[in-house]
């Protein structure tokens, strides 16, 4: 039974950081991409960072490059997103998701991702 279980939210006020924790699992942790997602009310959900834990490669979207961190332990089968410098604007509720269906890693919540978390929400405050 696949589980991802999210943590880390919280408040904070702008140019502050939070670092989200993703912990998996129930499947072959460093075989599938795993990514953060985030949904603002009335907004599309959208990706944010991805990352292939067995290889380590890494995806960000541009409003959050240079700011954001995606980094994996793989003795904790866990994912975690720092967020550094975080604005009004990230302000969401934050997901992580695994594509166990193959081998595609990206920001797309289309394309793939089979396997969410609950969430955790993330406020920031001008």
């Known amino acids: 039974q696949v589980q991802l279980v999210e943590s880390g939210g919280g408040s904070v006020q702008a140019g502050g950081s939070l670092r989200l924790s993703c912990a998996a699992s129930g499947y072959s942790y460093s075989s599938y991409c795993m990514g953060w997602f985030r949904q603002a009310p009335g907004k599309e959900r959208e990706g944010v960072a991805a990352?292939?834990?067995?290889?380590?490669?890494?995806y960000y979207a541009d409003s959050v490059k240079g700011r954001f961190i995606i980094s994996r332990d793989n003795r904790k089968n866990t994912v975690y997103l720092q967020m550094n410098s975080l604005k009004p604007e990230d302000t969401a509720m934050y997901y992580c998701?695994?594509?166990?269906?193959?081998?595609?890693?990206?920001?797309?919540?289309?394309?793939?991702?089979?396997?969410w978390g609950q969430g955790t929400q993330v406020t920031v405050s001008s």
């Open positions: 990352i292939f834990p067995g290889v380590g490669s890494t």
């Open positions: 998701a695994v594509n166990t269906r193959g081998t595609a890693c990206g920001l797309s919540p289309t394309l793939g991702y089979n396997y």
